[in-house]
């Protein structure tokens, strides 16, 4: 269905009756309905807007759609959002993703979750350190603003 069709949808039927044949078709594919979905419901216009957008990039993307799936797993892992990873994870797998390739993403995704954690908290130390390094300058510290 073209963007313009669905746009016309939600007019013709309106934001209510869309938000749950939307739910409907989630269920049907995914075996349950994520609950932010669910409490977005709660004020259809809400999720409609919200499941406009998703589906604009998604269908858009010059992404294999597997991909997608496995990219938007790993987000979730990085961001320890379990209920993401695991509606991704099926999502990604109706698609194609192999277990390797699933627990592959989940593996680059801890390792720069885990390198962010570090290069966050290196850097906070280094500013309020009076020996403040290299990385000072990266974030627009001077060595005597650091001293300071």
């Known amino acids: 269905m073209e963007f313009e069709d669905i746009l016309k949808e939600i007019i013709t039927r309106g934001a209510d009756p869309t938000a749950s044949r939307w739910l409907r078709e989630i269920e049907d ?3 349950a309905v994520p609950l932010i979905f669910q409490r977005m ?11 406009l ?3 604009s990039v998604t269908h858009t993307s010059t992404i294999d759609p597997k991909y997608v799936e496995l990219i938007s797993l790993a987000v979730g892992a990085a961001l320890g959002c379990t209920h993401c ?3 991704h994870m099926k999502s ?4 194609g993703a192999t277990r390797d390739e699933i627990l592959e993403v989940v ?12 290069a966050s908290a290196y850097r906070v ?8 390094g290299p990385t000072c300058e990266i974030n627009g510290f001077s060595r005597k603003k650091a001293q300071e």
């Not at 419901?41 to 499941?51: N, W």
């Open 107 to 118: 593996l680059i995704a801890g390792m720069l979750a885990n390198s962010s954690v570090l």
């Open 53 to 55: 957008y998703k589906d």
């Open 85 to 87: 990873v695991e509606y």
């Open 29 to 31: 594919e995914y075996g």
């Open 92 to 95: 990604a797998m109706s698609k």
């Open 125 to 132: 130390v280094d500013k309020n350190s009076p020996e403040c």
């Open 41 to 51: 419901a709660q004020r259809p216009e809400v999720l409609v807007s919200h499941l």
